[in-house]
């Protein structure tokens, strides 16, 4: 299988400060990799990195064989960050209608008004963000990132302070994503419902990969044995 | 190495300010119309050039980094803009105290004066830029795009002031003009001055560009340890 | 039928540079819209700058006989002064309305491009800016009874170009700012020195327009320095985009 996402002896400096250390990773595509790790071990600069926000030293990074901060790679990509990355001042319709022209999505308001209803904001559409609530603004958020269908998506801790509605909403999104051939990192502390439904699994320490290969049976039956196994500091 | 150069370099530049003192204060007879406060033209001109020639070089350094990303460049650049900053203030005082003596007025709005304090503001919002951004690779790549800026701009401000104001001597080294405006005597002297100045700034240069490079060992280290 | 031959042949002859170029165009524009429409709806820049400027042209007016000949004299000055500070006001809001929601990051995630972006800020901020600038024509003319409209094709030319040199120098240098903790001191003090030549331009020309002065060679000159500031500005802004906003 081609690999999709491919990291090769990534270094990335602060100043004189490794964040990360010899990167290594490939993952194929239509694979669906879970990034553990602790916080500020780094995962969020490697997810930064992959969607062409941040810069490495050394090394090299290609999605699809292209770089990171390429148009067309950045074409493919579904990126969703700490924050929500919507504006609070223009309703759910224009910020939705805003990132699809942005992305050049074809038929945008009919694309726009079938994402709205989705994520059942359909009867807030002309609501302003600010007067959303916060599960609201998560799921049109989830909207935004999936709405110009991205081969790859990169979620940074997604399921951090979702509600249930929420939650469930972005796994069905996630598996129809997976249906349609796309390529899926997700950085996540909880670590259960990630090994459950990842096909890769990478575990990042203090700058350096740990472990990058398959998700094994083992690791699905006894969670905290990755750490054990890999880390120097013990059982998470 | 490094030191050898800064000991060196200092003394050379110790010795030749001393000959030139010498033959500026006790050797050169007073100058026809001015007296003997045209003696700080020796001061007033290295350092004008000293400080102008040192922008031109941080936005070379600058490039530098922004192709190569090796700190040194950033930290050469940082220092040779704080050392021109203080040779083009030097500039400024040496031709105010000029001003007084010889106009009765302490400054004038007159386009050289007027570009080069524009040219050290410029510049000291380059510092201030600097100050401003703990980490250092954000402070190298927005300090280095700042300086970019700032010197093309250096070149606008010039010939836009010059056009709008004059009243400042016109120019006196043979170069410019042709030689008569200066007696050959002096301006030799001008010239063993510009180099003297040389020698001290580039030895600041090396002092500060150490200075930096540990600055960032430190941040390393100390970030090194918040993260264990 | 006749729109899909139209749309075909449109495609066809016109060279991919050109297309990329509209594109970028394109882009620029729906950032400037968006940014435009929160503006519209939250009033916040246009507000402030308005009432900071009408608030300098009252201060100035205690500083010296609003109707003196010597006024007129500076009514250039003092004008676009008062553009470069409220302008100020306008710049801060128009890279730093991107960070809450991290909405920049997300901007820069996207397919759109960091030349765009820019563009597209720099265009929201001269059509603010080009606002209050007729706001700030019609309080000044009622305060000092300067007649500023008897050489409209001139004080417009003079007022797109200078706005627009202002424009992408705060464009750019609220990017630079936009993360740093003093931005909205950082701003003016990097800005100001810098824009120094074009404010020169802009003050002789506009003097010369208000007193109703025949345009000589002297302001021709100006106007030259004005259009080489915009197409050097702009050229290093497009170039230093990318590296200024993606963090390295």
Redesign the interface.
């Given at each position: 299988m081609p690999q999709a996402i491919e990291l090769s002896k990534v270094w990335k400096f602060y100043g004189d400060y490794p964040a990360l250390r010899d990167c290594t990773l490939s993952i194929g595509e239509g694979a669906c990799c879970a990034l553990l790790g602790r916080n500020g071990a780094g995962k969020t600069t490697l997810l930064r990195i992959l969607a062409g926000l941040s810069h490495f030293q050394r090394g090299a990074v290609r999605i699809f064989g292209q770089l990171p901060r390429a148009s067309v790679t950045r074409r493919r990509i579904g990126f969703l960050g700490h924050g929500i990355g919507v504006y609070e001042d223009l309703s759910a319709r224009e910020n939705l209608s805003f990132f699809a022209r942005i992305a050049e999505v074809k038929n945008s308001p009919s694309v726009v008004d079938a994402w709205l209803e989705r994520v059942g904001l359909l009867r807030a559409a002309r609501v302003p963000v600010r007067q959303f609530s916060r599960g609201m603004r998560q799921r049109l958020a989830l909207a935004r990132t999936f709405l110009h269908s991205p081969d790859v998506l990169l979620l940074d801790e997604p399921f951090t302070s979702l509600d249930d509605r929420a939650i469930a909403m972005l796994g069905e999104l996630l598996s129809s994503a997976r249906q349609r051939g796309a390529t899926i990192v997700l950085s996540t502390h909880q670590i259960r419902e990630a090994l459950a439904s990842a096909s890769d699994v990478a575990l990042i320490e203090n700058g350096k990969l740990r472990y990058a290969g398959e998700r094994t049976r083992e690791m699905l039956d006894d969670p905290s044995l990755l750490y054990r196994l890999y880390t120097e500091l013990g059982t998470a | 190495m490094r030191e050898k150069l800064v000991i060196g370099l200092s003394l050379g530049a110790a010795l030749l300010l001393a000959y030139n003192l010498y033959e500026i204060f006790l050797v050169l007879p007073d100058e026809a119309m001015q007296g003997a406060i045209y003696r700080i033209i020796f001061f007033h001109v290295p350092a004008a050039i000293t400080g102008m020639v040192g922008y031109f070089v941080a936005l070379v350094f600058s490039v530098l980094y922004?192709t190569s990303?090796n700190?040194r460049y950033d930290s050469l650049a940082a220092s040779v803009v704080e050392v021109s900053i203080v040779f083009s203030l030097v500039n400024i005082v040496t031709g105010s105290i000029w001003a007084r003596i010889i106009w009765g007025i302490w400054w004038t709005w007159d386009y050289r004066l007027t570009s080069a304090l524009?040219c050290v503001?410029?510049f000291g919002?380059y510092l201030?830029?600097r100050r401003?951004?703990d980490?250092?690779?954000?402070r190298a790549?927005?300090s280095?795009?700042?300086s970019?800026?700032?010197c093309?701009?250096v070149v606008?401000?010039w010939?836009?002031?010059e056009?709008?104001r004059t009243q400042h001597p016109g120019p006196v080294l043979s170069i410019r003009t042709g030689g008569g405006h200066i007696d050959p005597a002096m301006e030799r002297l001008l010239y063993m001055n510009f180099y003297a100045i040389l020698m001290i700034a580039i030895a600041l240069v090396l002092i500060r560009t150490r200075q930096e490079a540990t600055a960032?060992?430190i941040?390393?280290l100390r970030?090194?340890a918040n993260?264990a | 039928m006749i729109q899909a031959c139209y749309t075909a042949c449109t495609r066809s002859w016109v060279p991919p540079e050109l297309r990329t170029f509209m594109k970028s165009l394109r882009q620029a524009l729906s950032v400037a819209r968006k940014d435009l429409a929160i503006e519209l709806r939250t009033k916040e820049s246009l507000n402030a700058a308005g009432a900071f400027a009408i608030a300098i042209l009252l201060l100035f007016s205690f500083a010296f006989d609003p109707f003196a000949e010597a006024a007129r004299e500076m009514a250039g000055g003092l004008l676009w002064l008062v553009f470069a500070f409220a302008g100020a006001l306008i710049f801060n809001r128009g890279f730093a309305r991107e960070l809450p929601n991290e909405c920049l990051e997300t901007l820069l995630a996207s397919p759109l491009s960091t030349s765009s972006l820019l563009l597209g800020k720099a265009f929201g901020n001269f059509v603010m800016l080009l606002a209050l600038e007729l706001i700030s024509l019609f309080v000044f003319g009622i305060f000092y009874d300067v007649r500023w409209w008897l050489h409209p094709l001139e004080l417009a030319a003079l007022c797109a170009l200078a706005t627009w040199g202002i424009s992408i120098v705060g464009a750019i240098f609220g990017a630079l700012t936009v993360n740093l903790r003093l931005r909205e001191l950082m701003l003016p003090v990097i800005i100001y020195p810098l824009l120094i030549p074009l404010l020169i331009a802009a003050i002789e020309i506009t003097d010369t327009l208000l007193a109703n002065r025949p345009i000589t060679a002297y302001e021709l000159l100006w106007g030259r320095v004005l259009v080489v500031f915009d197409i050097v500005f702009t050229a290093l802004a497009l170039a230093l985009a990318e590296t200024i906003l993606v963090n390295q």
């Open positions: - | 922004l990303g700190f524009v503001l410029i919002g201030m830029l401003a951004i980490e250092p690779t954000q790549r927005l280095a795009a700042l970019i800026f700032g093309v701009d606008i401000v010939k836009s002031i056009w709008f960032r060992e941040d390393s970030r090194l993260a | -």
